[in-house]
């Protein structure tokens, strides 16, 4: 089974593939406002000294959902957003493995991990390259 595009700009069918890998994207940024919804709850109960880096982890988690969001909507017209969030979460993995034993570092990694996974594997399933390309040629 095969839908139209609704990228603008392309040509062509959204094949199955492109079907499970957005999918993917979508699971990942359902889990990412769960994580800022904990964060929402964490938020309200830190010490005052942690308030301000708590406000900005969590406000960080729905930015993330949002990017995750834009890529499972139009995964071929988003020039670069691919690109910084898998930098982004790969560095966030690379950082838990430097830290090791750091409270929060473990479970975090993994999950980052997961979601570079979900990243690479829907890039190639949407085809995200795609976006780089002009307008005329998609």
Not at 42 to 66: H, S
Not at 69 to 78: E, G, Y
Request: hydrophobic share 50%; glycine share 10%.
């Amino acid at each position: 089974m095969t839908t139209t595009d609704t990228t603008p700009g392309t040509r062509g069918t959204t094949s199955p593939r492109d079907l499970i890998g957005r999918g993917l994207l979508a699971v990942a940024a359902l889990a990412t406002v769960g994580a800022a919804i904990r964060g929402m709850v964490y938020v309200g109960r830190v010490a005052d000294d942690r308030i301000w880096i708590e406000n900005w982890r969590m406000t960080a988690f729905w930015l993330v959902a949002g990017l995750f969001a834009l890529l499972a909507w139009k995964p071929r017209a988003q020039r670069g957003v691919w690109e910084v969030l898998f930098a982004q979460k790969s560095v966030l993995v690379v950082i838990a493995v430097v830290l090791g034993d750091v409270p929060e570092a473990g479970e975090a990694g993994y999950v980052d991990f997961g979601l570079v996974v979900i990243l690479v594997a829907s890039y190639f399933l949407c085809r995200g390259w795609q976006g780089w390309r002009s307008t005329e040629t998609r």
